[in-house]
Structures are given as C-alpha cells and as structure tokens.
C-alpha cells in the first residue's frame, strides 16, 4: 500500500479514482510481479491517471497496454506504454490484444463495469493470461445494479459468472456426473479470491488431477482414487464427525 500512498500524493491533473481498499487488493494480487518486467494490460483509460500509476509500480521493462473505446484516450499513452482503441465486447478486438501483446502476467478489467463486457472480456483474453497469471475484475458491485445488466442474484451478472467459475474448478470431484460433469476449465484454474467489489482469477495450468497425500509411520502414499469414487458416504460413524475430548 505505501506505493499506492505515495503516488497519490504526487499526481497531476490526470485523475486516479477508485476504492480506497482497492489499493491493498493490488498489492496481494500484483506485487508478485513489481520489478519482474511484466506485461500487463489494463481495461479503462478514462483521464489516464493510472498509466503512470502502474509504470511506476511494475518498473523498468514492464510492457504496459491500456485500452478503452474512445479514441481520445490515445492522447494518454506515454513511453513505453501502449494504448489500444476498441470495444472490450467485441472478441476480434481482444483476440487482437492478446495476440499482439500477450500473453500477459497480470490483467486489470476496470472498464465499461457492464455484465455482458466483463464476461466478454474474461472469456476472450483469459485464454491470453499466462500460467501463474491474476486476472482481476474489479467494481463488481454493479453486478448488484439493474442500470448495467446486473441485480440480486441476476444469472446474467459477473458475480453469478464469478461463483459458476468456483463450480467449474472444484468438477474434479464431481459425484453427480449426469448434472455435473468435469469442466476443462479445473485444468486451469487455482484459486478465485473475492474481495469488496473485486472478482481475482489465479491461472495455473496442470494436466493431472489433484493428488491425495495419506502418511503415516513416515510411509507416505499418494493417491487420486477418491476421484473416481461415486456414492460416497460418510468416513464416520452415523455420519458424525469424532467426539473431541
């Protein structure tokens, strides 16, 4: 956060505005990359603040791309960023960005905060974010505002996409093969961290399932037959968990 803190102190007349926690999502979800030359890209230009925000946090050699649909914001780009004009629904334009300038470490959807543009947006560049990568979405509180296609429990809001994405990375285990069935997406995913009005996505590739570790007497045993168990029932007697004395 002392990053965030001091930047904000010193901006121009670009303005940068967000959340105050935001600032410490960032650093938990991107601090991993500072000073690693990433690339990042960023959806939202607005009046630019956040260009020299991020130039400053990721350092020398990080590949910076900022997009957004109005052309003016081209006025915005600086040395050694780059900005992109073009719609974040429209899938030619994001397969453009990934091809062009991924894959990326770290992606930021702050744009047009609608449901259909950051579902769009997750599902065309997500397949552009590399192994290890975060995916973040954030202002996800719209989901819960009819006036940008969300609501309560709205199936068509990011939020709701946001909790499927949790189903799909734990189909591994799926003991209901017929309403549930195994999602290639598992294969993909490590962990989904919700935070106040924040959505981030860990990429982490693996070909195998996940391993069950048993050890005892120093022999350890690894084993991924609970996988393919079916009808499993309770370890425990009557279904209850041991009495702790």
Same mark, same amino acid.
């Given at each position: 956060?002392?990053?965030?803190?001091?930047?904000?102190?010193?901006?121009?007349?670009?303005?940068?505005?967000?959340?105050?926690?935001y600032?410490?999502?960032y650093?938990?979800?991107?601090?991993r990359?500072?000073?690693?030359?990433?690339?990042?890209?960023?959806?939202?230009?607005?009046?630019?603040?956040?260009?020299?925000?991020?130039k400053?946090?990721?350092g020398?050699?990080?590949?910076?791309?900022?997009?957004?649909?109005?052309?003016?914001?081209?006025?915005?780009?600086?040395?050694?960023?780059? @900005?992109?004009?073009?719609? *974040? #629904?429209d899938?030619?334009?994001?397969?453009?960005?990934?091809?062009?300038?991924?894959?990326?470490?770290?992606i930021?959807?702050?744009?047009?905060?609608?449901m259909? *543009? *950051?579902?769009?947006?997750?599902?065309?560049?997500?397949?552009?974010?590399?192994?290890?990568?975060?995916?973040? @979405?954030?202002?996800?509180?719209?989901?819960?505002?009819?006036g940008?296609?969300?609501?309560?429990?709205?199936?068509?809001?990011?939020?709701?996409?946001?909790?499927?994405?949790?189903?799909?990375?734990?189909?591994?285990?799926?003991? *209901?093969?017929?309403?549930?069935?195994?999602?290639?997406?598992?294969?993909?995913m490590?962990?989904?961290?919700?935070?106040? #009005?924040?959505?981030? @996505?860990?990429?982490?590739?693996?070909?195998?399932?996940?391993?069950?570790?048993?050890?005892?007497?120093?022999?350890v045993?690894?084993?991924?037959?609970?996988?393919?168990?079916?009808?499993?029932? #309770?370890?425990f007697?009557?279904?209850?968990?041991?009495?702790?004395?």
């Amino acid at each position: 956060m002392s990053y965030f803190a001091e930047y904000l102190k010193r901006t121009d007349a670009r303005a940068v505005s967000k959340w105050l926690h935001y600032f410490e999502v960032y650093g938990r979800e991107f601090g991993r990359f500072r000073g690693r030359a990433p690339r990042f890209l960023e959806i939202g230009i607005w009046n630019g603040g956040s260009i020299p925000m991020w130039k400053g946090y990721f350092g020398t050699g990080a590949h910076l791309v900022f997009a957004d649909i109005d052309p003016a914001c081209r006025k915005h780009a600086e040395p050694e960023t780059f @900005v992109e004009i073009g719609d *974040q #629904s429209d899938p030619a334009f994001l397969a453009r960005l990934g091809e062009t300038h991924g894959p990326f470490d770290a992606i930021l959807d702050d744009g047009g905060h609608f449901m259909h *543009q *950051q579902i769009t947006s997750f599902e065309h560049l997500w397949p552009h974010l590399r192994d290890g990568g975060v995916y973040m @979405v954030e202002d996800t509180h719209t989901s819960y505002w009819p006036g940008f296609g969300g609501g309560y429990r709205e199936p068509a809001s990011f939020i709701e996409f946001a909790k499927g994405l949790i189903d799909r990375m734990h189909s591994w285990y799926t003991d *209901q093969d017929a309403i549930f069935p195994f999602d290639e997406m598992a294969r993909q995913m490590r962990g989904i961290r919700f935070y106040d #009005s924040i959505v981030a @996505v860990e990429k982490h590739l693996r070909a195998d399932p996940p391993t069950q570790v048993t050890a005892a007497n120093g022999q350890v045993r690894l084993s991924r037959r609970p996988l393919a168990v079916r009808g499993r029932k #309770s370890a425990f007697p009557m279904g209850l968990p041991p009495k702790r004395s």
